[in-house]
């Protein structure tokens, strides 16, 4: 049975996520052992809470070159809320260096009048990357849940897989560049789409397998 791992440094539910793969076919794996996510089929990185305990964590159990190597070895990687945040060099939220896996800065949402933030709820999604294969049978205009007070700012607009608009402001709710995906979204709180994504996502890596 396909083997997805999902990374554990200590910063969110990840048995959500673990219950969405599984509902698509996957067996799934907690773990922060490098050997353990070598030998899985595919990686997830989950995370809530702040930029900072988070590029620590992972740095703290080892977990940083595992991660790059296997993200360079071409393995399907899909990061979510914070799991997305961490792969870029940067955030306005801390001082710590992100992972630097994908170019760019994590800036917070500017404030508006009558503009909540954090964006918390649901928001609908504008796909821009059409062939992204995450988007499998999801509408261009789908409804997703996040949860975020920053936004990414990938250094290549071409990255940017899907942006959302809170208030006046249009920001970059995905990203994918090869085999890495990544979602500022809750997949795993978006109902029926978000099974549908992860459920995506398991088919990249069953292909990747075969």
Known sequence: MLKIAVVDYDMGNLHSVCKGLQHAGAQTLITHLPSELAAADAIV???VGSF????K???DRDLEQPLKDIIASGK???GICLGLQILFDR?????EAGLGIIPGVVHKFEPEPDLTIPQMGWNQLHLTQLDCQLWGEINTNAWVYFDHSYYVEPSLSLVSAATVTH???TVTAAIAQANVMAVQFHPEKSSTIGLQMLANFVQIAENWGS
């Open 45 to 47: 990185l989950p995370g």
């Open 57 to 59: 964590k992972i740095r």
């Open 76 to 78: 399907p990687f899909l």
């Open 167 to 169: 208030g006046t402001q």
């Open 52 to 55: 900072d305990p988070a590029v």
């Open 91 to 95: 955030s306005d939220e801390g001082q």
